[in-house]
């Protein structure tokens, strides 16, 4: 199995260079902060995926195609962030049911390893989509270069592609697995430093309530009443 396709590298370095430009900056994206920010991405494939699905559908069901394909895409945009546990829980189960099978080609028990693999989808969905999204954002990182290599330069990249398949796959596995790290690493540290704001908000609203509920301070002493003249009189004579 090929993740940099020499057949898929073909198609992409006839596209316009800016929109390979484009297509770096949003495998760079996905790579960063895909994890942190799945819930567009989610919401906005479902949408479109949906969407397009009902462009087609929807003539055989005697709407017309614009009708059809904006309703199901905003029902499926509705319903998207419900939908993607079910989907990732499908998925997560398939999966583990082809790896066991190509594993163990007797094996027959389908049903539970569908069930398992679900269920670990499920209970690790956070760890599954943040792999996805670095994973997409790899691919997208190296079709894109390649294929820029391809249009700015004279080496042949479908070929060099072909003769080193399993280089390019192990590539693909190594970024992907650092992009899954360095992701982890930038949520610890967003996570700690919103930890640190909000014990600093928390302090600042402690001691403001400190402040309020303070006795207010003593009033000044009262001065002595003023003497009249003739006292100040008699007493300068007297010490005289």
Known sequence: MELVSPDILEV??????????????????????????????????????????GLYTGPEYGMQPLVAGLLIAIAAGALALSLMRLLFFVGAGFLTLWLARSVAPGWNEALPCFLAGGLLGAFLFHLWVTALASLLGTLFLLYASLSLTARFSSLDVVAWAGRNGPLLNWACAVLTVLGILVQFLMQRRSARVQHEKAEQKEKAAKESEAKRKAPPPAPPPEPPPPQSWWANWFGGKKAG
């Open 12 to 53: 992409a370095r006839g596209v316009s260079p800016v929109l390979l430009v484009g297509f770096v900056l949003l495998g760079g994206w996905l790579w960063l902060f895909g994890g942190r920010t799945h819930r567009f991405w989610m919401v906005l494939l479902i949408t479109l995926l949906i969407g397009i699905w």
